[in-house]
């Protein structure tokens, strides 16, 4: 019966240290605010990103394909247009930009909220500028 309580002990002390631990360990890892973090000069602005985007989902309701359906290396020839060399920027550009914005989703869920508010602007007006 000694053992047992002595056991149950030392369990619990462990349990403790662990706790105590894990707390200050979770309590000094901070993440870094997106809004203040500043984006690299590699990557497309949220303008540049919004107009290649916007023409990226106006060329694919223009000509009808889903770019889901569409593989990776044929996405360039899927469309009458590129939106991507059509707004003059590097593909290797455009990549790291949507992989720099998709590990900030914050700033990526901004960028999607003005992509509607331009294609909401455009059905509005019924015509593309």
Do not use: W
Not at 62 to 73: F, H, Q, R
Not at 95 to 101: C, F, K, Q
């Amino acid at each position: 019966m000694c053992c047992i309580v002595l056991t149950l002990h030392l369990m619990h002390t462990n349990l403790i240290k662990l706790f105590i631990v894990s707390v200050l360990f979770f309590s000094s890892c901070k993440p870094t605010s997106e809004e203040n973090e500043v984006v690299p000069e590699t990557v497309l602005s949220e303008d540049q990103l919004v107009k290649v985007l916007t023409d990226a989902y106006l060329a694919e309701g223009a000509s009808g394909i889903n770019v889901k359906n569409v593989p990776g290396e044929k996405f360039d020839s899927a469309y009458v247009f590129n939106p991507i060399s059509d707004n003059r920027i590097d593909k290797a550009v455009f990549d790291s930009s949507m992989a720099y914005y998709t590990r900030h989703p914050k700033k990526l869920k901004l960028i999607y909220d003005k992509i509607l508010d331009r294609l909401s602007v455009i059905q509005a007006k019924g015509k593309i500028e």
